[in-house]
């Protein structure tokens, strides 16, 4: 079993920052990809962001040069740093990995962005 905790959500006022993070635990060995999907209220889950186990980042262009993923492979971490956060940036953020041919979700982690 594999189990991914998430926390630094909350609530920010707009033009302000959040960091989130994920801690992966349980049966790994390797994880591959990491990454954060988000989904906010009456919308589709849309990807936010993937980091490759050799560090190659993708970002949605909605957050480009404002987030920042990152990884910790010897702790089996990952960081979401969030700047200049906008309203429409307000969703439940869920943590991704995969380990194997496996993908593995978070619980998900609220953010609320006040305009």
């Known amino acids: 079993q594999v189990q991914l905790v998430e926390s630094g959500g909350g609530l920010v006022q707009a033009g302000g920052s959040l960091r989130l993070s994920c801690a992966a635990s349980g049966m790994i060995v390797r994880i591959n990809a990491m990454g954060w999907d988000r989904q906010a209220p009456g919308k589709q889950r849309e990807l936010v962001a993937r980091?490759?186990?050799?560090?190659?980042?993708y970002y949605a262009d909605s957050v480009k040069g404002r987030f920042t993923i990152s990884r910790d492979n010897a702790n089996n971490t990952m960081s979401l740093q969030m700047n200049s956060l906008k309203f429409e940036d307000t969703a439940v953020y869920y943590c991704?990995?995969?380990?194997?041919?496996?993908?593995?979700w978070g619980q998900g982690i609220q953010v609320t962005v006040s305009s």
């Open positions: 991704n990995i995969v380990v194997g041919w496996s993908n593995y």
């Open positions: 980091i490759s186990s050799d560090s190659d980042t």
